[in-house]
């Protein structure tokens, strides 16, 4: 490859983004048909599709679905086939009488905040529209839990009545998600300013998420700025909402059951585009390397350290594809890859289910079931038996979730 051809390639690199698997693009070849809304509503700072029950005609049991993370805006055709195409979550409803209505954001990667607003919207559409009395039912998926917690508990707070009789969330990062930071510091090491991935990773939402996050201006490690305020915003209008029931679904296993992972291995090497750089699973200790950044154009050479980090990747968790991600991306502009571990944990089991914080590793691995329920957040809980994707809508998880619903 030349030298000029080795420049094209890094910079050609970088539209890809580490998106939230149940609203991604659907896989290449599925036959997978999403039906037409019966009623879209515009929202502020984002919009609604609805589908109504079976044999009705109006709106009468409403379940608010609120979008997850990723860059742009919402996709609800999407949305709906991952709710839908590996188990019948959304069919499910809709054949109980259900109005499945999703709700997406202009702008996915916006605070949470802001997206919040599209689920009060909603909230007030639907509570206008309904016919008859039936409660409803608010939630979401990855980010989608938190924006339905802070817009729940944020009526509350004004007075506003929101008529909720059950709050979910489906892997949310409640106490934090992980992506890891030898990822974040890559993602504007490529020599492309202002290349999606970057904006991801630097986005609003992403630093109120994350546990730690890496600013592409400091080069520092650390809790950003916005997520201490988030969670001070969260506290202003008391964390969670007090009025419905409150459960959540995690991705990963309870019984303390991570993925096989060992520490401080490496877990991708690229050749040819960005020579040399390596990435390396995260171990616990001071000053250790979690990547080696290598590029041709314009020259560059940077190691990447974290220090007092618990064994994050092979914690017990959701997982995401997050070097596969990047693999897959760097392969098609010509790099050799050697992948070793293409996910890792992305919201850990504790976080989804709120029972602990990820700062220390005893906490991050501990066992759920071994702990006092009452020691959670919700009100209930279920974990995976088996680790899954984050997000993934498996039987399992599904039906738990659905004989959760209000009569």
């Given at each position: ?19 939230t698997?149940?609203?991604a ?19 502020p ?9 079976e044999?009705?005609e ?53 605070s ?30 990855s ?33 934090g ?114 990547a ?67 700062d ?6 501990t ?41």
């Amino acid at each position: 490859m030349s030298d000029f051809d080795q420049g094209q390639s890094e910079r050609g690199f970088g539209d890809v983004t580490l998106a939230t698997p149940v609203s991604a693009e659907p896989p290449a070849g599925s036959a997978y048909e999403v039906p037409q809304p019966d009623q879209e509503w515009i929202l502020p700072n984002g919009f609604a599709h609805v589908f109504l029950g079976e044999g009705s005609e109006d709106i009468t049991q409403p379940v608010i679905l609120a979008d997850g993370f990723d860059l742009g805006k919402s996709n609800l055709k999407w949305l709906y086939s991952g709710l839908d195409r590996d188990f019948s979550f959304l069919t499910e409803l809709r054949g109980q009488g259900r109005d499945v209505i999703l709700v997406g954001y202009e702008e996915r990667s916006a605070s949470v905040l802001d997206n919040a607003e599209a689920v009060i919207g909603a909230v007030v559409q639907a509570n206008a529209l309904q016919s008859g009395g039936a409660a409803l039912t608010v939630g979401g998926f990855s980010m989608g839990g938190l924006v339905a917690r802070y817009a729940l508990a944020k009526m509350e707070q004004q007075g506003l009545e929101h008529r909720a009789a059950l709050y979910f969330s489906y892997d949310t990062p409640h106490r934090g998600a992980v992506v890891p930071i030898a990822l974040q510091a890559f993602a504007h090491f490529i020599p492309w300013s202002n290349n999606p991935l970057s904006r991801q990773m630097n986005s609003p939402a992403a630093r109120q998420m994350l546990w730690r996050h890496y600013d592409p201006k400091t080069r520092k490690i650390d809790v950003a700025p916005e997520r201490t305020r988030f969670l001070q915003d969260l506290a202003r209008v008391g964390n969670w909402p007090a009025r419905p029931r409150k459960i959540a679904v995690a991705n990963g296993r309870g019984d303390g059951t991570g993925l096989q992972i060992a520490p401080g291995m490496r877990a991708l090497k690229i050749g040819r585009v960005y020579p040399d750089t390596a990435f390396y699973t995260q171990a616990q200790g001071e000053d250790i390397t979690v990547a080696e950044l290598k590029r041709w154009f314009p020259p560059s050479q940077r190691t990447i350290t974290t220090s007092d980090f618990p064994e994050l990747d092979g914690a017990p968790g959701g997982t995401l594809h997050s070097y596969g991600i990047i693999a897959d991306a760097l392969e098609k502009v010509g790099a050799t890859i050697d992948l070793r571990h293409g996910s890792v944990c992305f919201v850990p089991s504790v976080s989804a289910v709120a029972i602990r914080d990820i700062d220390q590793h005893k906490d991050l691995y501990t066992n759920i079931y071994e702990l006092e329920p009452e020691e959670s957040e919700v009100d209930a809980f279920r974990c995976s038996s088996e680790t899954t994707t984050h997000t993934a809508i498996t039987r399992e998880l599904g039906n738990w979730l659905l004989k959760q619903l209000p009569c």
